[in-house]
């Protein structure tokens, strides 16, 4: 199995005189940049201390595609793999699959978020939830219109109008649920915005998509000092432990219903969330822990980048 990129980052490697004294960061890797160390490996006399943050991509598009399974098997191949390469993932839950192949633990290394902790908006008015993210397959996007009429039954006559925020969504009224359509790209202002007049975050993600994989949305709820609800089997679960969160099975009722429980239990679940801000930088901090400060720091800048580009 060769990569497709191999000549690529050997190109780079020689360019920029990389050897055995230096350290190469990787802050969103996959298995053909898996497979491309591995050949460079063999390739090379005197190879660099290599840092990956692997990113889950068993999601391939084609049946012939490498994933992170295959290409760390033909990794561990390679001459003295284990003591020149160092793995990072974004969940705890990939850290584990991980670990089951590879000889040394794997760091937790989850999203940065540059969301400030900002105070939950007035409970007078409407109660806003946002579906932060483009609205997707994978995130749910076929559940908005669902959930919406599920939970314009549950709210009854006594409790809030309630504004579901969809990135990319119609706007549509189901009773006392609207559904509020964001474009598709916020620019980060307009996306700051947003997290800071909601008073939630719901997110859909299919769990058999993300069991394993992460989420930068999830993050930006954990910074941003947002309550939010998840999809029970998904990653995303890591993140409410403190109180802050609430599982739904994927069935519009039962999701309709954990919002209106939410409702009813805000402002306790907030404050919660208010105290679990600080859980995500503790995150970052103890997965960067073990590089060394200078690595730590040049590798903290680079999953800030990635972040911010996508």
């Known amino acids: 199995m060769c990569s497709i990129i191999g000549h690529d980052l ?13 350290a190469v960061f990787v802050p969103s890797a996959d298995a053909e940049l898996v497979l491309a160390i591995a ?9 660099p201390r290599i840092y990956l943050r692997l990113m889950y991509d068993d999601v391939g598009c084609h049946r012939t595609d490498p994933t992170w399974r295959s290409a760390l098997q033909v990794l561990l191949d390679a001459p003295n793999a284990n003591g020149r390469v160092r793995f990072l993932a974004e969940t705890h839950a990939f850290a584990k699959a991980m670990e089951a192949i590879w000889p040394a633990p794997i760091a937790v290394l989850p999203h940065p978020s540059d969301l400030p902790a900002t105070p939950v908006p ?4 409407d109660f806003v939830v946002y579906l932060a993210g483009q609205s997707r397959t994978d995130k749910g996007g076929p559940l908005v219109h669902a959930v919406a009429r599920a939970l314009a039954t549950e709210l009854g006559p006594a409790r809030r109008t309630v504004q579901l925020r969809v990135q990319g969504g119609v ?7 609207q559904i509020e359509g964001l474009p598709h790209h916020l620019y980060a202002d307009d996306y700051a915005l947003n997290w800071r007049q909601a008073h939630a975050a719901l997110f859909m993600h299919d769990p058999k998509v993300y069991a394993l994989r992460g989420s930068g949305v999830v993050c930006d709820a954990m910074a941003s000092a947002r309550p939010f609800i998840y999809l029970n089997g998904s990653s995303l679960s890591e993140w409410s432990a403190r109180g802050n969160a609430l599982g739904a099975d994927p069935l519009p009722e039962v999701i309709a219903q954990t919002i209106v429980k939410l409702m009813d239990d805000y402002p306790r679940i907030a404050g919660m969330s208010a105290m679990a801000v600080p859980t995500l930088a ?3 901090q103890t997965g960067l822990s073990g590089l060394g400060t ?5 590798f903290q800048n680079g999953i800030s980048n990635v972040a911010h580009s996508g």
Not at 40 to 45: G, I, T, V, Y
Not at 171 to 177: C, N, R
Request: aromatic share 4%; hydrophobic share 35%; proline share 5%.
């Open 10 to 22: 050997s190109s780079f490697l020689d360019s920029a005189g990389i050897d055995q004294a230096d």
């Open 294 to 298: 200078d690595h730590a720091k040049a």
């Open 282 to 284: 503790d995150s970052i």
């Open 122 to 125: 007035d409970l007078g008015g």
């Open 171 to 177: 706007p549509i009224s189901y009773g006392k649920v």
């Open 39 to 47: 050949e460079q490996l063999r390739a090379r006399a005197k190879p």
